[in-house]
Structure formats: structure tokens, C-alpha cells
């Protein structure tokens, strides 16, 4: 099986030390976000656990611990964008950002640490000029650092609408968002490092700009050494090639508070739910009650065989 940690919630930045105690334990419980009271425990032994990803806008507080997981795979999806505050308002400056992700590239090699920079939003501020500015600057920084970036551009959801309303963002036509991603590609490209979209119905493979896998199996066999069976995730959405993982993390716990951001519904939600961590409990900041159905999930391995060199 494949972790995801966390689509729902940024685990590196400010729950790793509950995550770290759980790899020790050897399992952790996720609840149900369609059914509160259904909950599924998850075991975490390395015989199972074939490969995990991170997703983080900091994943700093994990580097004193990272040996813990010499026994896992696993790799990082870090983002990184040109906001400022008023649309990431608890993000590090980038400038200490792209530092920490220099460092966990040294530390892990850069074909584990894929750059992100989702979602792109335009507005009067952040229009298309500053978004090339902001992404020229970055790639810069991170050119030998990492190998790949995947972009999106923001998605209305009901969790979100009221913020997009309020910073009056606004959309290109595809004529734009293709030459948009033109420069954007010859950005990254001149500097080795290659683009990828995410969830994109907008085909810009002219321009060299693949469609993404964020749970990625080539990549995961690459890391792995071994050939995976896995199917694509049919709980996402239509244009995403990702294949199945499980996921780890809890609505409503992420504290970057990004005004774009779909997994939480508002600040005093996140707050109310954050007095609920507890570093040494198998449930991401929430309490196990009498009224809870606690199932083992039957988790497997997805290793066929093992990879030549011929195969990678």
C-alpha cells in the first residue's frame, strides 16, 4: 500500500512528531470523514507500507527524525509558491522555504522531493506577470535541487468560493493559460527541471507539460526498485492519473491557512479541532468515543517483483 500524508492536512509541518510516534507504534486510526463514527486502523509495518508521500509547505520540523524511516520509501511533494501572506498566512517566507528545501533535497536526493507550485490564482496582484516573476525566481533557486514541478490552477469548491470571491480572482482562456504554461515550461526547462500539471483537463503537451501522477507509481517503482500492482485512485477526480493510496490526515487540521485551500471550512474549526492533539493518540487530533466502530483495515503489500536494471 502507498501512505498519502497528507492531502487532508500539513502532517510534516505540524503533526510529524504524532506521525513519527505512530511509525514506532506500528499503526494509527483514521476516521471517516463520510462517517464520523466509522473508524479504520492502519497498520504502518514497513512489510506493508510500500512507499509514503508527503505533502508539506515545510517540512523542517521532520529533520531531526527522518532516520526513523530509513526503513520506509518515500518521497515529498513540497510547495512552494510566490504568495504572500494575505493568501498563505501562516507560510514561512519563500526565502526561508527554498533553503529548508535545498536542505531535504541534500538529505534525500532530488528525485524524491517534487517542487509544487499549486495553485496558480490570478488576480489583480498576482496576475500572469508576477506569477512568471515569482516562479523564475524559485526555479533559480532550485535548479540541481529537484527534477520535476507540478502547477495547477485553483479550483472553486464550496470550502473555498467565499475566499476566491473576496480576493476577486479571475480565469485566462485557454489561448492565455497555453501560453502561460508555454513560459512557464521554458522557465523550468532551461533550468533542468521539468513541468507536469495536476488534475489539468487543459492538455499542454505541446509545450512539454505532461499530465501529473502525484501518487505516482513509475516514480514509486523507481524508488521502491520493484514493480507495483496498483490501480488508479477511483476516489479522485476524473483528470487525476494517481493510483490508490490510503489516506492519513483529518479535515480541519491544517494550520497554513491558505485561502484557497478545500480541506478546511473555517479557522475556529481548525482551532477547536487543534486543542484536540494529542502527540501520543492513534487519532489525528479527535477523541475516540464509546459510540465509535473501530475496523482493522486489511492492507497488503503491492510489490510484484523486483525491478532490473533494464527495468528502471
Not at 100 to 124: A, N
Not at 224 to 236: E, S, Y
Not at 280 to 304: A, F, H, Y
Amino acid at each position: 500500500m502507498v501512505l498519502s500524508v497528507s492531502r487532508r492536512t500539513d502532517i510534516p509541518n505540524y503533526y510529524s512528531e504524532w506521525f513519527f510516534n505512530r511509525i514506532k507504534e506500528g499503526y494509527l486510526y483514521v476516521r471517516n470523514p463520510m462517517n464520523a463514527r466509522q473508524i479504520s486502523k492502519i497498520t504502518l509495518s514497513p512489510e506493508v507500507v510500500d512507499c509514503i508521500v508527503f505533502w508539506t509547505k515545510n517540512p523542517e520540523p521532520m529533520f531531526g527524525r527522518l532516520d526513523e524511516l530509513d526503513t520506509y520509501k518515500y518521497y515529498f511533494q513540497f510547495t512552494l509558491t510566490g504568495f504572500g501572506n494575505d493568501i498563505e498566512y501562516n507560510v514561512p517566507h519563500k526565502r526561508d522555504m527554498i533553503s529548508v528545501f535545498q536542505k531535504l533535497s541534500l538529505k534525500i536526493g532530488k528525485e524524491k522531493v517534487i517542487w509544487r507550485y499549486d495553485p496558480i490564482i490570478f488576480t489583480e496582484k498576482y496576475n500572469p506577470e508576477y506569477h512568471l516573476k515569482a516562479f523564475r525566481q524559485i526555479a533559480e533557486e532550485l535548479c540541481g535541487y529537484t527534477s520535476r514541478c507540478v502547477i495547477s490552477f485553483v479550483d472553486i469548491y464550496a470550502k473555498n468560493k467565499k475566499s476566491m470571491r473576496a480576493l476577486n480572482s479571475f480565469s485566462l482562456s485557454e489561448d492565455e493559460l497555453a501560453a502561460f504554461g508555454r513560459e512557464i515550461a521554458l522557465l523550468a526547462g532551461s533550468r533542468g527541471i521539468k513541468v507536469a500539471t495536476c488534475a489539468e483537463r487543459l492538455d499542454m503537451s505541446p509545450y512539454g507539460i505532461e499530465h501529473n501522477c502525484c501518487i505516482d507509481k513509475e516514480l514509486i517503482e523507481k524508488i521502491t526498485g520493484c514493480k507495483l500492482k496498483a490501480d488508479k485512485d477511483k476516489n479522485q477526480r476524473k483528470e487525476c492519473g494517481c493510483i490508490q493510496s490510503i489516506e492519513v490526515g483529518t479535515y480541519n487540521t491544517c494550520k497554513n491557512g491558505c485561502q484557497y485551500c478545500y480541506a478546511n471550512v473555517s479557522r475556529e474549526r481548525v482551532e477547536a479541532n487543534c486543542r484536540l492533539y494529542d502527540v501520543d493518540s492513534p487519532l489525528l487530533c479527535g477523541m475516540i468515543t464509546e459510540n465509535d466502530k473501530i475496523t482493522e483495515r486489511k492492507v497488503v503489500s503491492w510489490k510484484e517483483k523486483q525491478l532490473t536494471i533494464w527495468d528502471i
